[in-house]
């Protein structure tokens, strides 16, 4: 049995005309579950009893568990238990201009990125687009709040799991479900280049961010895994074809590691290797772990690099960081929990 919020509207009219039903009845079941947000197919008082008996023998609407909560200043993260027993985290952040949340896209990461707790433990699976879409559900029923940006950045690759994310960003950006703006959403990549090729050809005002944290092959294959399969100049070539196709600046997330990756010469090194491209870079304080031996550059250090890129004609960001007195990093409370 397939759960309902693993469907578009779209393909749920599909599949409801391919069964002798009017396509307006997926219309009429959107509007229960996710406008008034009412979970029993036996409530849906506009759908015949013969209509409610078909779907509820089709469909399911089971929800995943919250497992726990941890909360500090300006976040909430969220340890969900999913219907097999595996768990997954979402944070949910609050900004000045209003909230965001960071889902989960797999059980688990392949990627091996030695920085983060996410791929200490390995993939187990992908994450069905329900249990994506169920993240920012239960989040905004738990914390009483409307979610106003998504970030596909927390336990996983988003371009592992390529279909589901995109599935989940059709169904969150439906005027008829969430109506979150494909400008307030924003998926995550370590840089799987065929993939970025495909997401350039989506069509969509998604916002691209990639994890690129090196400014050359020789610290990116130390500390990233993916280096060795899709080297720094084959990554910057793909995303320049992304920028000359969608005409939209990509986002260089670059976590801040003691000694490694942290100099001013590695900043003089990587504005000369994104010098002219519609891109900023977004510096991150390192949520240190007791699990992983990396160390989080000084703010010293961090205000050095910043302003040498500054110098050096960069757009660049310092992340405001979060969750300092709780689980903070990627991954870090499940695998506390496993």
């Known amino acids: ?16 005309i391919a069964n002798g039903f009017k396509k307006f009845m997926a ?7 996710y406008q008034k947000k009412i979970y029993d197919i036996d409530l849906f008082s506009n759908i015949n009893i013969s ?30 238990r999913l ?37 200490r433990l390995k993939k187990v699976r992908n994450l069905e687009t329900y249990e994506m879409v169920e ?11 409307k979610i106003n940006s998504v970030v596909i950045m927390g336990i996983g690759e ?50 691209l961010a990639i994890s690129l944290h090196a400014p050359n092959d020789e ?27 969608t005409n939209r600046r990509v986002t260089l997330e670059y976590v801040m590691l003691e000694g490694i990756n942290d100099s001013v010469s590695c900043a003089h090194e990587l504005s000369d290797l994104i010098r002219g491209m519609n891109v900023y870079v977004n510096l991150i304080a390192y949520n240190e772990t007791n699990n992983i031996q990396f160390k989080a550059s000084s703010k010293e250090v961090i205000d050095e690099f910043f302003n040498t890129l500054k110098k050096r004609g960069i757009e660049v960001t310092v992340r405001r960081k979060f969750g300092t007195k709780i689980s903070a990093a990627c991954g870090q409370l499940r695998s506390k929990e496993m």
């Open 219 to 245: 610290i990116r294959k130390k500390i990233m895994p993916i280096a060795n399969a899709y080297p720094l100049s084959e990554l910057i070539s793909v995303l320049k074809d992304y920028i000359a196709k």
């Open 83 to 119: 219907l097999d027993g595996q768990k997954i985290e979402a944070v949910l952040m609050y900004h000045d201009y209003g909230t965001s949340i960071c889902v989960s896209s797999q059980v688990g990461c392949n990627m091996g990125c030695k920085f983060c707790e996410s791929g």
């Open 135 to 145: 993240q920012i559900i239960l989040v905004e029923e738990i914390a009483k709040t």
């Open 158 to 207: 988003p371009f592992d799991n390529y279909e589901n994310v995109m599935n989940f960003i059709k169904i969150i950006n439906d005027p008829k479900t969430m109506a979150i703006g494909a400008r307030h959403i924003t998926v995550s990549t370590c840089g799987i280049v065929p993939k970025i090729k495909e997401f350039a050809e989506c069509g969509l005002q998604i916002n």
């Open 27 to 33: 219309s009429q079941v959107f509007d229960w579950i």
């Open 51 to 80: 209509n409610r008996q078909y779907l509820k023998d089709t469909y399911s609407l089971d929800f995943i568990k919250l497992e726990k909560v941890e909360e500090d200043v300006d976040v909430k993260k969220f340890l969900f």
């Open 1 to 16: 049995m397939k759960n309902i919020f693993n469907y578009s509207k779209e393909m749920l009219e599909n599949v409801l």
